[in-house]
C-alpha cells in the first residue's frame, strides 16, 4: 500500500516539474522573439483581443477543450490534468513579470538562435515528463493522444493540430515568428524522442 501511495507521489511531482519545465520553454520563446508555441501563440492573441490576463483565459479555454475532449475519451484526464491547464498561464506571467522586473532581454540573433533551442527542447521535454507520469495530460495534448488510438501518429496528428493553431494565432494578432512554424512542424519529433527515451529509461528501472 505504501508503495502504491509513494508511486502516486512520484506521479503528481513529475506532473508538476513537467509543466513547470513547459511553461518556462514557453517564457524563453517568447524571450528569443523568434515566435512562441502555436497554443500559446493563439492564446495570447485571443486573450489581448478580450483584454483579458492570459491565465485566465488560458484556463477558459482549457475548460472548453476539456468538455469536448472528455465526451471523446475521458481516460487521458486525470489530476495531471488540472495541474497542466491551471498553472502554465500563470506561470509564464509570473516569469515574463521577472523578465520585465530586470530588464532581461536578448537582442543577438545567435544569442535568439541558441535560446529557442534550449526553449523548445525544454518544452518539449517538459510535455514528455508531464505526460511520462500517466495521471492525466491537459486538453490540447490529448488531442494527439486521441488520435493516436485511431492509428494517426502522434508526430502527424500534432503537427496538423499545431499548423491549424498557427493560422488562429496569425488571425488574432498573437505572437508568431519562424519559431512559431519550426515548432509547429517540429515539435511532434522531439516530443516523440523524448517519450521513447523516457519509456526505455523506465523500462530498464523495472528490470532492475
Given at each position: 500500500?505504501?508503495?502504491?501511495?509513494?508511486?502516486?507521489?512520484?506521479?503528481?511531482?513529475?506532473?508538476?516539474i513537467g509543466t513547470v519545465i513547459i511553461a518556462?520553454?514557453?517564457?524563453?520563446?517568447?524571450?528569443?522573439?523568434?515566435?512562441?508555441?502555436?497554443?500559446?501563440?493563439?492564446?495570447?492573441?485571443?486573450?489581448?483581443?478580450?483584454?483579458?490576463?492570459?491565465?485566465?483565459?488560458?484556463?477558459?479555454?482549457?475548460?472548453?477543450?476539456?468538455?469536448?475532449?472528455?465526451?471523446?475519451?475521458?481516460?487521458?484526464?486525470?489530476?495531471?490534468?488540472?495541474?497542466?491547464?491551471?498553472?502554465?498561464?500563470?506561470?509564464?506571467?509570473?516569469?515574463?513579470?521577472?523578465?520585465?522586473?530586470?530588464?532581461?532581454?536578448?537582442?543577438?540573433?545567435?544569442?535568439?538562435?541558441?535560446?529557442?533551442?534550449?526553449?523548445?527542447?525544454?518544452?518539449?521535454?517538459?510535455?514528455?515528463?508531464?505526460?511520462?507520469?500517466?495521471?492525466?495530460?491537459?486538453?490540447?495534448?490529448?488531442?494527439?493522444?486521441?488520435?493516436?488510438?485511431?492509428?494517426?501518429?502522434?508526430?502527424?496528428?500534432?503537427?496538423i493540430q499545431d499548423i491549424l493553431f498557427v493560422s488562429?494565432?496569425?488571425?488574432?494578432?498573437?505572437?508568431?515568428?519562424?519559431?512559431?512554424?519550426?515548432?509547429?512542424?517540429?515539435?511532434?519529433?522531439?516530443?516523440?524522442?523524448?517519450?521513447?527515451?523516457?519509456?526505455?529509461?523506465?523500462?530498464?528501472?523495472?528490470?532492475?
Amino acid at each position: 500500500m505504501k508503495k502504491s501511495v509513494f508511486s502516486f507521489t512520484n506521479r503528481i511531482t513529475l506532473s508538476i516539474i513537467g509543466t513547470v519545465i513547459i511553461a518556462t520553454g514557453i517564457a524563453l520563446f517568447k524571450l528569443s522573439n523568434l515566435g512562441i508555441d502555436p497554443a500559446t501563440a493563439a492564446n495570447i492573441g485571443i486573450s489581448e483581443k478580450l483584454n483579458m490576463n492570459l491565465g485566465n483565459y488560458q484556463l477558459i479555454f482549457n475548460l472548453l477543450l476539456f468538455l469536448i475532449i472528455f465526451m471523446i475519451n475521458r481516460t487521458f484526464f486525470g489530476i495531471g490534468t488540472i495541474i497542466n491547464m491551471t498553472f502554465p498561464g500563470y506561470i509564464i506571467d509570473f516569469i515574463d513579470m521577472k523578465f520585465s522586473q530586470f530588464n532581461v532581454h536578448v537582442s543577438l540573433f545567435s544569442m535568439q538562435a541558441l535560446l529557442f533551442l534550449v526553449s523548445i527542447l525544454l518544452f518539449s521535454l517538459g510535455i514528455s515528463i508531464y505526460t511520462h507520469a500517466d495521471i492525466g495530460v491537459s486538453p490540447y495534448d490529448a488531442v494527439a493522444l486521441v488520435l493516436e488510438n485511431y492509428s494517426i501518429s502522434y508526430r502527424v496528428s500534432r503537427s496538423i493540430q499545431d499548423i491549424l493553431f498557427v493560422s488562429i494565432a496569425f488571425l488574432f494578432g498573437g505572437p508568431i515568428g519562424v519559431g512559431t512554424i519550426i515548432i509547429a512542424l517540429g515539435s511532434g519529433i522531439f516530443i516523440q524522442f523524448w517519450r521513447n527515451l523516457l519509456k526505455n529509461i523506465h523500462e530498464k528501472e523495472r528490470k532492475y
